[in-house]
């Protein structure tokens, strides 16, 4: 069975510290990955998105990058951390191509506070 | 660009009660898919019903049940019976596959769905 590995659970960092989120899957191959923003009132907002290694489409223009450097390996990173990059963030997978098994699979976040 | 819009940011329900979240969305797409996460406290993201917009009719899993209304662009969720377990966050999310670029999700703001005792 896949799963989704997404980590640390919590992390607080000071103002102008480097970040970086991990996030891997497990028992599947080519799988779409999504990095989300969950503020208060906003619901999700999409960051990035990746249909394979190396290739990353960035929704919001912020201090934030992602990288995927292997298959399966979803990296969210920034170099110097905001007091407004305090947020909860999910990485997610889909299965590519599918129409059958259409839905998002979510990690279980990390809450991170920039302080 | 797709948006989804959950006008209802709280709603409360008694136990074994029927509650009704709002979801609409606007789309120039007619192959698409619609779901409904629910978000409880541990905050992980479980999927509670999908509804795929070639299909008429609607969607049920259990005591959840969905209208869905393709003209009008409404994606609402039933909640029959409702149980303490079912108090969480609720998001409804729109998904459209783009083939070989793969397939984008996009999430309302969210209800926040109490369950009184």
């Known amino acids: 069975s896949q799963t989704i590995h997404q980590w640390p659970a919590t992390l607080v960092q000071p103002v102008g510290s480097p970040l970086s989120l991990e996030c891997t899957v497990e028992?599947?191959?080519?799988?779409?990955l999504y990095w989300y923003r969950q503020a208060a009132g906003r619901g999700l907002q999409l960051l990035f998105y990746?249909?394979?290694?190396?290739?990353i489409s960035s929704e919001v223009p912020q201090n934030l990058s992602a990288s995927r450097p292997q298959d399966r390996q979803f990296i969210l990173s920034s170099k110097k951390l905001l007091l407004s990059d305090s947020g909860f963030y999910l990485c997610?997978?889909?299965?590519?191509?599918?129409?059958?098994?259409?839905?998002?699979?979510f990690g279980q976040g990390t809450r991170l506070t920039v302080v | 660009a797709q948006t989804v819009t959950q006008s209802q940011p709280e709603m409360s329900v008694q136990e074994a009660e029927t509650v009704t979240l709002s979801c609409t969305y606007d789309?120039?797409?007619?192959?698409?898919?619609l779901f409904w996460y629910k978000q409880p406290p541990s905050r992980q993201m479980i999927l509670v019903i999908r509804?795929?917009?070639?299909?008429?009719q609607n969607a049920t899993e259990n005591r959840f049940s969905v209208n869905f209304q393709k003209a009008a662009k409404s994606f609402s969720l039933k909640i029959s019976d409702s149980q303490l377990g079912d108090t969480a966050m609720y998001f409804c999310?729109?998904?459209?596959?783009?083939?070989?670029?793969?397939?984008?999700?996009?999430f309302g703001t969210g209800t926040s769905l109490t369950v009184i005792p």
């Open positions: 997610a997978w889909s299965i590519r191509g599918s129409r059958i098994k259409t839905e998002a699979f």
């Open positions: 028992g599947t191959s080519n799988p779409n």
């Open positions: 999310a729109f998904m459209k596959h783009y083939g070989r670029t793969g397939n984008q999700f996009y």
């Open positions: 789309t120039s797409e007619n192959n698409y898919y």
């Open positions: 990746s249909v394979g290694i190396g290739q």
């Open positions: 509804q795929e917009a070639y299909k008429q």
